[in-house]
């Protein structure tokens, strides 16, 4: 009987179309083609495999758990090949290989039952070391020479996604602290324009009295919230467009809305006083992720502060088609515990839900 459940050709699709929007963008349109039709025919070709073969009494997530394997390697391996420098002639032999070897490791694992992060270190282990064969097999039959072997052996876009995926989140929080910065300028300045108008000498007494005040006569007019979000529309006004789209989203549609009309307003800056603006600085402050070390703790304290913010259902549909080693993952995080999962990829895993909320 056929796995009940597991659409291999939809799942094989729908492991192209991500690729494709995950390809690098420095390389040729032929690479990139070559990348999602190597990833989607390796998937295809196991997922049906898997689907025919009755014996291995697999069920529907232990099928997709292979098959998204073998995507995942096959996306990243087509990458350090094409980087590599060797020939195109000689790629999809070592892809082939590379395919095969994750199919009968991960095959051979799920039947002895064995757990699926020593199934995934196991399946490491293997494709480094049949990459890493077939690359000198090549130099041995004189098909690439020693620079270009020391260039392919040192690829490794997994490494190289893990580390960017870093990176961006340093500049972003470096980004928004520069942003934060002068936006606290911004208030001080505001702040001493007040004072100085405090100082200034007694206008004559037919001045209308509102005049007099010291705080803008819209401020005295309206609640400690409006204020609030008065002083967060200041500062989202120097932010970039994506950055605005991504806070207003974390408010309900009435703040949301509001927010907006504060930051059309042409005067906002005069009906605000510093000591408010200075305030609502400090609050962001406070609510700012420091880049951390990556450790389980980190990893773990990074979950759980997205947890807080974020409703469970929604965390659940943005992993919906990730594989059953992610999911336990994130739903054992829930408890305040984390998995085997290797610590590279919880991190990548964990990046990934924030930057998707």
């Not at 050709?9 to 990139?32: C, I, T």
């Not at 390796?42 to 997709?64: C, K, M, P, R, V």
């Not at 467009?241 to 549609?253: A, R």
Request: with cysteine; charged share 25%; hydrophobic share 40%.
């Amino acid at each position: 009987m056929a796995i009940e459940g597991f659409d291999y050709k939809g799942f094989a699709a729908n492991m192209s179309e991500q690729a494709k929007e995950l390809v690098p963008g420095d390389l040729q349109d032929r690479e990139k083609e070559y990348i999602v039709k190597t990833l989607g025919n390796f998937t295809l070709l196991a997922g049906e495999a898997l689907y025919n073969d009755t014996s291995l009494n697999l069920n529907a997530d232990q099928a997709i758990f292979i098959t998204q394997v073998i995507a995942e390697w096959s996306f990243h391996k087509s990458i350090d090949l094409i980087k590599s420098g060797i020939l195109p002639q000689y790629w999809d032999g070592i892809m082939q290989k590379i395919a095969f070897t994750i199919f009968e490791v991960a095959k051979q694992a799920m039947i002895r039952n064995i757990p699926q992060d020593q199934l995934l270190q196991a399946v490491e282990h293997h494709v480094i070391k049949v990459y890493k064969s077939s690359i000198e097999e090549l130099e041995q039959k004189g098909a690439i020479n020693e620079e270009v072997k020391q260039r392919a052996e040192s690829q490794s876009n997994i490494d190289a996604m893990a580390q960017q995926a870093q990176e961006q989140a340093m500049r972003q929080q470096q980004e928004l602290l520069e942003q934060q910065q002068k936006a606290k300028e911004y208030a001080e300045q505001q702040k001493a324009a007040q004072q100085n108008a405090q100082n200034a000498p007694a206008q004559p007494s037919n001045v209308p009295a509102a005049q007099h005040s010291s705080v803008p006569a819209m401020a005295q007019a309206i609640s400690q919230k409006q204020m609030k979000l008065m002083s967060l529309a200041l500062v989202m006004k120097i932010l970039s467009q994506d950055k605005v789209t991504t806070i207003l989203n974390k408010f309900d549609s009435a703040d949301s809305l509001q927010i907006s009309q504060y930051m059309n307003m042409a005067n906002l800056e005069s009906q605000l006083d510093g000591d408010l603006i200075t305030d609502c600085l400090k609050e962001m402050k406070d609510f700012l992720p420091i880049k951390r070390k990556l450790t389980k703790e980190n990893v773990l304290m990074d979950l759980l502060r997205i947890y807080k913010s974020t409703p469970r259902e929604k965390i659940e549909k943005i992993i919906k088609n990730e594989r059953p080693l992610v999911k336990k993952f994130v739903a054992q995080s829930y408890d305040g515990e984390l998995t085997e999962l290797p610590l590279r990829v919880a991190g990548i895993v964990a990046q990934y839900i924030e930057d998707s909320i």
